[in-house]
Structures are given as structure tokens and as C-alpha cells.
């Protein structure tokens, strides 16, 4: 329990630092420039991941994966590049207030998603869990109005409230899909996929809609530091999302992602002097309690979403068990407990 906490917290420092350089480039250097800075990832996922798919042998070579399935990465490239580009779009218009907030709508979004098509069965106390957390979010919220940290123009707020919900939908797509891939398939088909299709779209888009931006750049060591940093952070974003989707599941991940704008506030309050408020303490640990309850019990797949049972098997075979009147016929059950290493698998016969 405590282990998936963890890891979810090394994602949200890793986001901090995507933020917080992002924040330096953007406003002490006013480099502007959301899709070069995916671009640059995209770039390194490709120089990785697809170019380890390409030296593979048999099916798992990258042309007979995208002889397979080219047409299913390319869309899902495309919608993991423009959520990125839509909710950081979004500060241009609305205040960081409303961005924090409507973010969580990628809770419900993946929720959603991961019941109709990953099957995925919650308990109460996911629930419960599920709701702590977003009041956290929602303390958070309060506190930055009492000390007035509503950056952001606010000018046409709805446009930019639109561009944060169509991007955190699309992030529930993106991290649902994910999923799926990792477990089925693999995660370095998926970052491979990730890399070549992203680095593709990102570069064309980049020469439409940024490149008189990135022309403007005042470049030298510091803004190459701070790029390096981002990339580096992003990248090892990327590369350790999965890992940590395939040990507990996408709706976890998101729950642990909402710590990312606390560890941004503490840092700064030493690094632009933001004013402290004890309500940011007390969403902190509402967001840990919450992230607590929903990793104290395991979730569970149910291919027949009419039977809400789950059987455990902590050994990891798959056990056959007799068939009788009480049991349905046909009906596999796994447990996606984070306790364990692997899914345990009970088939009923």
C-alpha cells in the first residue's frame, strides 16, 4: 500500500520540476514554447524506445507493430500531444485557480473509462478515497484565493476553463489507453509508439503554430540548462509512468498527481517568495489520507460486470475450482492488488 503511495510520489516530483522549469523559462526568459519543450521529449522517447524496437527481431519488431497497429498509436500520439498543449494553453486565459481545480476532472474521466472498457471494479473505500482527495484539491484551491495567488490574465475565462477540460479528457484517454497497452502488450511498444508518432506530430505542429516563438528565444547556457532540465524531467516522467500504471493502475496515478502542485508551492515559497498559508499543509495531508484509503484494498477486473466478487490467490497460479450451482460458468476474475507482483488469476470452470 504504502509502496504505491511512493512511487506515485516520485511522479509528482518529477512534474514539479517539469513546472518549475517551465515557470523560469517562461517568465524570467519569456520563452513560450509548450510544443518544443514536448517536442524535445518526443525526440528522446524516440532515440530510446523506438530506436529498441527497431534492432528487435519477429513480431515484435517495430515495422510488424506498426504493420499491426499504426493507426492506433498515431491517434493516440496526436491526443497525448495536444493535452499537453491544451491545458498549458489554458494559463494563457483563465487563472491557475481554475486550471488546479477543472484539472481533476481526469479523475472521473479515467473512472469512467477504466469501468467500461478495462473493466475495472471499485469498493466503497476507493470511493471515499477518491472524494478525500479532491477535497484536498479543493483546500488547496481556497488557500491560494486567502493569499491571492490566482496567477494567470483571467481574460476570457471560459475559453480557458473549455481548454483544461478537453485537455484532462484527453489525458483520461491517454492514461486509460495506456494502461491497456502495458498490460497487454508492452511498455516499450508504447513509449516506442509514443516516441515516433509524437516527435512526428509535435515537429509539424511546431513548425506551424511555434516556430516565429522559438525564433525569439534569448538562447544561452541558462535557458539550455533549463531545457535540458525539462526534457530530463519529462523524459523520466515517460519512462516511469507506466511502471507505476502496471504496479497499481492509471486512476492511482492520477489520484498521487494531485500532490504535484503542493510540492510546486513549497518550492515556491523559497524560490519566488509565494506567500504560506496552513491550508496548504492541511490539503497535503487530506490528499495523503485519501491516497491511503484508496490504496488500503486492491481493485479487480470482473469480465461479467453483473458478478461483484474477488478472489484472492496469493501464490499466482491460475487455480481451477470446482463448478457448482453457487458459481457462474465461464467468468475469470483478476485481482489488481498493489501488493503483489504479479496479477493472480482464479478461473472458474
Not at 70 to 76: C, D, G
Not at 111 to 134: E, P
Amino acid at each position: 500500500m504504502m509502496i504505491s503511495v511512493a512511487l506515485g510520489q516520485v511522479l509528482s516530483l518529477l512534474i514539479c520540476g517539469i513546472g518549475l522549469t517551465s515557470k523560469y523559462l517562461s517568465d524570467d526568459f519569456h520563452a513560450n514554447t509548450p510544443v518544443f519543450q514536448s517536442f524535445l521529449n518526443y525526440i528522446l522517447l524516440f532515440l530510446v524506445y523506438t530506436t529498441t524496437l527497431a534492432v528487435r527481431q519477429g513480431e515484435e519488431n517495430l515495422l510488424a507493430i506498426l504493420r499491426r497497429r499504426w493507426w492506433k498509436y498515431m491517434i493516440l500520439g496526436i491526443i497525448d500531444l495536444e493535452a499537453n498543449y491544451l491545458v498549458v494553453k489554458a494559463y494563457q486565459y483563465t487563472t491557475l485557480t481554475s486550471v488546479q481545480l477543472l484539472d481533476c476532472f481526469v479523475i472521473p474521466v479515467v473512472i469512467l473509462l477504466s469501468w467500461f472498457f478495462l473493466l475495472i471494479r471499485y469498493k466503497a473505500v476507493h470511493f471515499v478515497g477518491i472524494v478525500v482527495c479532491i477535497l484536498g484539491m479543493g483546500c488547496m484551491a481556497g488557500a491560494d484565493v486567502l493569499v491571492g495567488r490566482q496567477q494567470g490574465a483571467g481574460e476570457n475565462k471560459l475559453i480557458g476553463d473549455l481548454l483544461v477540460l478537453g485537455g484532462a479528457t484527453l489525458y483520461g484517454i491517454s492514461n486509460v489507453w495506456e494502461e491497456y497497452i502495458i498490460r497487454t502488450l508492452s511498455r516499450v511498444e508504447f513509449l516506442g509508439m509514443i516516441g515516433l508518432f509524437g516527435a512526428f506530430f509535435s515537429g509539424i505542429q511546431l513548425a506551424i503554430m511555434e516556430h516565429k516563438e522559438l525564433l525569439k528565444v534569448p538562447w544561452d547556457w541558462q535557458i539550455g540548462l533549463l531545457y535540458v532540465g525539462f526534457s530530463a524531467c519529462m523524459f523520466g516522467l515517460y519512462s516511469f509512468m507506466p511502471v507505476v500504471i502496471k504496479k497499481t493502475s492509471a486512476t492511482s496515478v492520477n489520484l498521487n498527481l494531485l500532490t504535484a502542485d503542493l510540492y510546486s508551492l513549497f518550492c515556491g515559497l523559497f524560490l519566488f517568495h509565494y506567500k504560506f498559508s496552513g491550508l496548504y499543509l492541511l490539503s497535503f495531508f487530506t490528499i495523503l489520507v485519501g491516497l491511503v484509503l484508496y490504496s488500503s484494498t486492491s481493485t479487480y477486473i470482473a469480465q461479467d460486470p453483473r458478478v461483484y466478487k474477488q478472489f484472492r490467490n496469493p501464490s499466482g497460479t491460475v487455480v481451477d475450482l470446482p463448478a457448482s450451482g453457487q458459481v457462474e460458468p465461464s467468468v475469470t476474475y483478476t485481482s489488481l492488488g498493489q501488493e503483489m507482483e504479479e496479477e493472480p488469476h482464479v478461473r472458474v470452470a
